[in-house]
């Protein structure tokens, strides 16, 4: 019966042992962390080992380095493994094994006690009790992890009354060493952040101007903290270390091997990867080639575990706070920050108006990777905290801005509700006279002054703000003056105000009833006169703004400048200059009549008369002598056909528009043109507006219209449009093909170069040859039967007459004339 308890009871635990570290070394291969509920050992009546486990919950490395100091190998712990084994069959197989029965289990209530805190949210394991600057304990620090496994007691059953009370008496004496090591290992957890540690933390915090805007950076570990550090948690682990002797298990070599033993320390950290040049990330921490970690470069990382690896330390890295864990990364390849005082934190607090254009962050000391929307793009002003922690010297809070969650650096954030900002562009009048609340400077000031002296001005809004449920409005004195303060909307009529834009013409004054201001819309107070002061000065206007529905110009009488309502001008015309005596020059041909109309009847494009009913036909010989002897053709229209019409009569573009080319198809308000024309080529713009209507059938002809050709001259739907306003080139037999070909080749691709280019050819093609006059460009007495314009007879006379009645309704009469005689 001895020997039976002697040799089963050791082999029990041994196999326990044996089990627990099989189960930790594999718990290390893939969590990297060793965790134990519970003791259980069952003996059942055929003496067969049920279960044997030991864990313990966030055990540290240190604890086993210290009980392994030796270099034993793997094939040393095999043997004494495979021995024990082997004593172990040897008595179960006895048939005259006593029925032994032993279990250890853990009661309800004890198992209670071992519950992790952690489960209750999803915090990162933080320094607990850290004290903040002024001294104050944390009340929201986290239980702390002490109370876990504490008062864990083992019972024992059914043991053979014989050994019962020699075996009870070891295994409580085993029970109190292990209980005795997991109150160490609960210290330990507990000790994660030292004192030095907190210390060194409260330090770099006592600088209250320290906040985002600081470079955590500065806040970086040194290798000399990262040392001292260990150092203190290696002093902690010997403090636990495993007694020599071990119930029964003294004699036997139970040390693991030292290379499948790695001290997991839990830490806790913000990092940034130092730069591109690093080994990358290790997973798992014992593999020898690194994976590429250039994807969270320029980001913040989380640490929560370091260890050691062949003399080197790594670092678990997490994204995100909470976030997965990617790897082990090299302390070298690292910057690291303290990140403590982690905990939950139910406050409302409000952004500050002057960082709106800051980000929320997906972590906290987050770079422009980890940015999830500018504050003021969160539609909201108010933050719902509900987390917090330290970064360095930095504070953050987690919560919600309107719909988007994230971090926030503390100083960009207050207690007090902040006003909402936003753009507004109003003119405004105070209606009530003394009956307002004043001006207000800032916003949120509840004081405010006499707004008085503004009740006879109108101010201009450049900005709104919501706060405390109502709305103001920033005013200013003036378009461009200074800010004033902040009244109430409710306190104020408005307009709409336009922009400010560049405006240049010339007024008279249509009203003096009116007045001019410093300021459009102006009072009282900015009256600089009246409008009966300069009645007879025309007024500049350099720019425009509209308030309401009205248009105001600000320009100048003379050096007086100021702000007009349109109401009070009308558009300034300026006189044109006194028309002189018309001057008539005759020249005489030293050929006769009857040779030049002989000439022309011999021709072999004869001249035409237009049918009555349409059509063309020959002309007669007395009709075309009637149109070519000139010594009847004087008064009226006959007049107009010998004017020069190399002499522009210096019209204003208005005149022209508002007296000839009003209605006028494409010709309408083209005024400019023909003026530009007149002045570049040196010609007579009547004359060429009255060219361009004919030819044009008052600007409705297709050719001037214009006619759409390919790059060949052929007309396409998907062609440049080319324009011919004279008719130049459109030859009888195919008019508009003919005309719209020699625009295309003239690059006539507007309206306004077909006007100004065709001026250009009649200058050179008529005037330069001494063909200044209808008369002349129709017959070319000086050399007849060439260079004539038309073959119509009546062409001369015809422009001739429209001629006379365009300068009628100018009223003005022509200047210069050339009349020719045989």
Not at 278 to 300: D, H, I, M
Not at 415 to 444: C, E, H, L, M, W
Not at 515 to 536: A, E, V
Not at 758 to 770: C, E, L, Q, T
């Amino acid at each position: 019966m001895k020997y039976k308890n002697r040799l089963i009871i050791p082999t029990l635990i041994t196999t326990s042992l044996l089990t627990s570290s099989l189960v930790a070394n594999a718990d290390e291969m893939t969590d990297e962390s060793i965790s134990t509920d519970e003791i259980e050992v069952t003996v059942n009546e055929n003496d067969e080992t049920r279960n044997g486990s030991v864990n313990v919950e966030e055990m540290p490395s240190d604890a086993t380095d210290a009980i392994d100091d030796s270099d034993s190998t793997d094939a040393v712990s095999q043997e004494a493994v495979h021995d024990e084994m082997a004593i172990h069959e040897e008595t179960v197989d006895d048939s005259n094994t006593e029925e032994i029965t032993e279990s250890n289990t853990i009661t309800d209530t004890e198992e209670n006690n071992t519950e992790d805190i952690s489960q209750n949210d999803n915090l990162p394991e933080t320094t607990n009790n850290v004290t903040d600057k002024a001294g104050q304990d944390d009340d929201f620090a986290e239980n702390d992890t002490s109370k876990k496994l504490t008062n864990e007691k083992v019972k024992h059953e059914s043991l053979d009354e014989v050994s019962k009370q020699a075996h009870d008496a070891k295994l409580i004496s085993d029970e109190q060493k292990i209980e005795h090591i997991s109150t160490d290992s609960d210290h330990y957890e507990d000790s994660t952040f030292h004192d030095t540690d907190e210390q060194d933390n409260q330090e770099v915090a006592t600088d209250s101007t320290i906040f985002e805007d600081t470079d955590v950076s500065n806040e970086t570990i040194t290798d000399e903290d990262l040392t001292s550090n260990q150092a203190d948690h290696e002093s902690e682990a010997r403090s636990f270390s495993a007694p020599e002797n071990i119930s029964t298990f003294s004699t036997m070599n139970l040390k693991p091997e030292a290379n499948n033993v790695r001290e997991v320390k839990s830490v806790n950290y913000a990092t940034r990867i130092k730069d591109e040049n690093n080994s990358g990330l290790y997973s798992p921490v014992t593999n020898n080639n690194g994976k590429n970690a250039e994807r969270f470069l320029n980001q913040t990382l989380f640490i929560s575990e370091s260890t050691k690896v062949n003399g080197s330390t790594y670092y678990k890295i997490l994204k995100g706070v909470d976030g997965p864990m990617q790897g082990w990364m090299k302390q070298n390849d690292l910057d690291l920050y303290n990140i403590f005082n982690h905990r939950k934190h139910n406050e409302t607090l409000y952004v500050n108006s002057n960082h709106k254009n800051d980000y929320l962050l997906a972590d906290p000391y987050g770079t422009s990777k980890q940015h999830v929307k500018k504050l003021k793009d969160t539609g909201s002003s108010t933050f719902n905290a509900t987390e917090t922690l330290k970064v360095g010297a930095v504070t953050y809070y987690y919560g919600t801005l309107g719909d988007s969650e994230g971090w926030i650096t503390e100083s960009r954030l207050t207690k007090q509700a902040q006003p909402k900002y936003s753009d507004a562009r109003f003119a405004a009048r105070i209606p009530n006279g003394n009956n307002n609340s004043g001006i207000y400077s800032p916003v949120t000031s509840n004081n405010s002054v006499s707004a008085n002296r503004f009740n006879n001005s109108t101010l201009f809004i450049t900005e709104q703000a919501d706060y405390d449920g109502t709305t103001y409005y920033k005013i200013h004195n003036g378009l461009d003056g200074a800010m004033q303060g902040w009244m109430k909307k409710n306190d104020l009529q408005i307009f709409g105000l336009g922009k400010v834009r560049n405006h240049s013409g010339s007024y008279t004054v249509k009203h003096d009833d009116f007045d001019l201001y410093t300021d459009p819309y102006g009072n009282l107070s900015q009256r600089i006169g009246s409008l009966k002061n300069y009645k007879n000065t025309p007024f500049k206007a350099e720019k425009s703004i509209k308030i309401g529905a009205t248009t105001h110009y600000y320009g100048s009488f003379g050096n007086q400048k100021g702000w007009i309502s349109n109401a009070a001008l009308t558009k300034y015309t300026a006189p044109e200059p006194p028309v002189s005596s018309p001057k008539v020059q005759t020249v005489k041909y030293n050929r006769s009549l009857n040779n030049v109309l002989n000439t022309q009847m011999s021709l072999s494009t004869k001249p035409q008369a237009w049918v009555n009913g349409g059509g063309w036909r020959n002309a007669t010989r007395s009709e075309v002598r009637h149109f070519l002897d000139t010594s009847h053709q004087k008064g009226g229209a006959w007049d107009y056909t010998f004017l020069n019409l190399d002499q522009r009569q210096g019209i204003s573009s208005s005149v022209l528009n508002s007296n000839l080319l009003n209605n006028k198809g494409i010709l309408t308000n083209r005024g400019s043109a023909f003026s530009q024309a007149a002045r570049q080529h040196s010609i007579n713009e009547v004359y060429l507006i009255s060219h361009a209507i004919l030819e044009t059938g008052h600007g409705s002809s297709q050719l001037a219209q214009g006619v759409k050709l390919d790059r060949n001259g052929n007309r396409s739907n998907n062609g440049t449009t080319y324009y011919n306003m004279y008719g130049i080139g459109a030859v009888d037999h195919n008019a508009l093909l003919g005309g719209a070909r020699y625009a295309q080749r003239m690059g006539w691709d507007t309206p306004e170069k077909a006007i100004i280019g065709g001026a250009g050819f009649v200058s050179s093609n008529y005037f330069a040859r001494g063909q200044n006059t209808l008369y002349s460009m129709r017959w070319n007495p000086g050399n007849p039967g060439t260079y004539q314009y038309a073959t119509d007879v009546n062409w001369a006379y015809a422009t001739g007459r429209n001629l006379k009645n365009y300068y009628d309704q100018l009223g003005i009469k022509g200047q210069y004339f050339t009349r020719h005689t045989f």
